[in-house]
């Protein structure tokens, strides 16, 4: 089992950079492929960001490529998302997964890949 517990969340204005957390507890933390989802409104949970420990390799949606940049610290079993240049539609809820290792690396871009998820954490952009 592995416990995941996000922060950082909060309101900014466009522009603007906020660094979110996600802390875990339970089993072996650098086993584990680390990823960040968002939910925004009435849509529905879309993938963000991972990082790979078994590929050694990080993976980002198209629509934060360039802004957010996802780091892991295994010593504090720490996941980051360092998020930069925030837009409006940046807007949601955001969740931090952990995942198992896949033969394929599209596969981290799956929310089915995450065995475990916290409870998430709400970042609002404003104008």
């Known amino acids: 089992q592995v416990q995941l517990v996000e922060s950082g969340g909060g309101l900014v204005q466009a522009g603007g950079s906020l660094r979110l957390s996600c802390a875990a507890s339970?089993?072996?933390?650098?086993?584990?492929?680390m990823g960040w989802f968002r939910q925004a409104p009435g849509k529905e949970r879309e993938f963000v960001a991972a990082?790979?420990?078994?590929?050694?390799?990080?993976y980002y949606a198209d629509s934060v490529k360039g802004r957010f940049t996802i780091s892991r610290d295994n010593a504090k079993k720490t996941v980051y998302l360092q998020m930069t240049s925030l837009k409006p539609e940046d807007t949601a809820v955001y969740y931090c997964?952990?995942?198992?290792?896949?033969?394929?690396?599209?596969?981290?871009?799956?929310?089915?890949?995450?065995?475990?998820w916290g409870q998430g954490t709400q970042v609002t952009v404003s104008l």
């Open positions: 990082d790979s420990w078994s590929y050694g390799s990080t």
């Open positions: 339970g089993r072996t933390f650098n086993d584990y492929t």
């Open positions: 997964a952990a995942g198992g290792f896949r033969y394929s690396y599209r596969d981290y871009y799956e929310i089915s890949t995450y065995e475990y």
